[in-house]
């Protein structure tokens, strides 16, 4: 039987899967590689948390399953989180689900509530993830426009009037992956009063809710807005901003009835993350706010030395307000290559990796996304390799590859 299986003939290799053999093959050349691709967390878990695992580990009570909504605690800190940073009152035994990550808990709310067939409205260029999660489920996706504004106001009305059958959902995500585009409560007032109006269910991705740089104007939750609540799920992570991403921890938050669904879905497929994790995961957010402060300082720097290193090297870097990630047009004289070549081009020619913006959805072609995954030096190093690519012809001729 050679066949390829339904759900897998929809889905494209991974957005790394194209640059991971190419650095392989690079490192075994013994080339050293900046890896700027993809959104790894370098930074170390806080010791306080670490430590509040290394304790609960020790007692074996906890190497039982847990639960697949998450242990009472964690859904308890979440909803204090909620209510502290955003104002928001949440019943923790109705409206929060503890996740493996909020990527698995994206899958499966979409499997929960996609029947063959429907149509749902998602951002594009966005994190992979938003659109297969439907598509896996036998959804159909209809692009929209990733920036917040007038268009995208405008592409919500033609897609819901012009779809047939009508969109069931509408994702968002704002901090984004990867454009690192913003959302005000204004714009999601807006989207919400529509979306009610069209019964619509809204999904947000809100896992850079605390990885910002201008503060004065942390990012919102949708669930701020009056009645959202009643259409409305929302995703977060610890991932970023405990530097937890191995750990996988996230939660859903919302509305009961998708809580619900999400919950009877998790409860066939898991039983929640290993115990001392979650306890781990309480310890973070009923901790300090100082260590969330860190992680964003750290960024922020990252971000102002690649984008002035970057800029002086001949290749200017959009200044990202939140996330991560900058989001990157391809260099002119390299855009006719557009984004994967060029993705393969700089691992081969100055040993720095980065993500292809056609990985996150075709719009994203003609730009790269780079991640603030590597230290003040590396990140310098990284803008001198370029600088000499970039310096090399004009962009035009062949160029002598990076050597050990």
Known sequence: MSEVFHRIRRLPPYVFAHIDPIKAKARANGVDIIDLGMGNPDMPTPDHIVEKLQET????????YSTSRGIPGLRKAQASYYGRRFGVKLNPDTQVVATLGSKEGFANMAS??????????????TYPIHSFGFIMSGGVVRSMPAEPGEDFMRALDRGVRHSIP???????NYPANPTAYTADLDFYTEVVKYCRANDILILSDLAYSEIYFDEKNPPPSILQVPGAIDISVEFTSMSKTYSMPGWRVGFAVGNERLIAALARVKSYLDYGAFTPIQV?????LNGSDEVIEEVRKVYKHRRDVMVESFGRAGWEIPVPKATMFAWAPIPPQYAHLGSLEFAKLLVQ????AVAPGVGFGEYGDQYIRLAFVE???RIRQAARNIKKLLGSNGGQGNVVPLTA
Do not use: F, M, W, Y
């Open 57 to 64: 580990v020790k007692d074996s009570r906890t190497h039982r």
């Open 349 to 352: 020619e100055t040993g720095v």
């Open 166 to 172: 009508k969109p069931i959902a509408l994702v968002l």
């Open 375 to 377: 230290n003040e030096q």
């Open 112 to 125: 929960a509530i996609t029947a063959p067939g429907d149509v749902v409205l998602v951002p594009n260029p």
């Open 280 to 284: 781990a995961a309480v310890a973070a």
